[in-house]
């Protein structure tokens, strides 16, 4: 039903003009604004149905609101299955490249976007033992800084097709070729 913003539209224009006859009505009657009488049974008519297309708009804004909130819903674990298939991911490289446990929290800081002296800060270390923790964690994950570094997290969060070169597989160049045969 979100998917149709046509529909929502067509029922808000609904809901408008059925308020401006009521409220209309009234504002003429207060500010006491002479109009034309109109026949009883179109009166009753209108109002009828301006009534019945702010109930139906209540309606159908109730069935819009559910179905928002079931994407909102859905999105939000979503998100938490990802973030915590994130976590696993950055676990296990953590683990197959042997990081230290001061090591793990320097490159978790890393992966968060914290500075060198945020991360120092953060452990109450020197910023000389953080700057050669990540020298450790890059030459441990074979990266030469910390943009490949987040580039390895990144691609294993993304569907990155085979002939496309990445920072944890080099694409064979003729140079590479010739060089291992």
């Known amino acids: 039903m979100l998917n149709r913003p046509a529909i929502f539209v ?19 009657s207060v500010l006491r604004v002479p109009v034309d009488p109109i026949p009883w049974r179109f009166r009753e008519l209108m109002e009828i149905g301006a009534a019945l297309g702010l109930v139906l708009g209540v309606f159908f804004g109730a069935l819009f609101l559910r179905a928002s909130l079931r994407r909102t ?24 490249w042997g990081l230290t446990p001061a090591e793990r929290d320097v490159a978790l800081f890393a992966l968060k976007g914290c500075t060198l002296s945020e991360i120092a800060a953060l452990r109450d270390t020197s910023e000389g033992t953080v700057k050669a923790q990540t020298n450790a964690i890059y030459r441990k994950a074979n990266v030469s800084g910390r943009p490949q570094f987040l ?11 085979d002939g496309l070169p990445t920072a944890s597989r080099q694409v064979e160049t003729p140079d590479n070729s010739e060089a291992q045969a």
């Open 73 to 96: 819903r859905a999105a939000e674990e979503a998100l938490r299955i990802a973030s915590s298939a994130f976590m696993d991911i950055v676990e296990e490289r953590f683990a197959e």
């Open 10 to 28: 067509a029922i808000l224009i609904v809901q408008v003009v059925c308020a401006i006859i009521f409220v209309s009505d009234i504002l003429l």
């Open 151 to 161: 580039s390895l997290f990144v691609e294993d969060l993304m569907d990155v097709p």
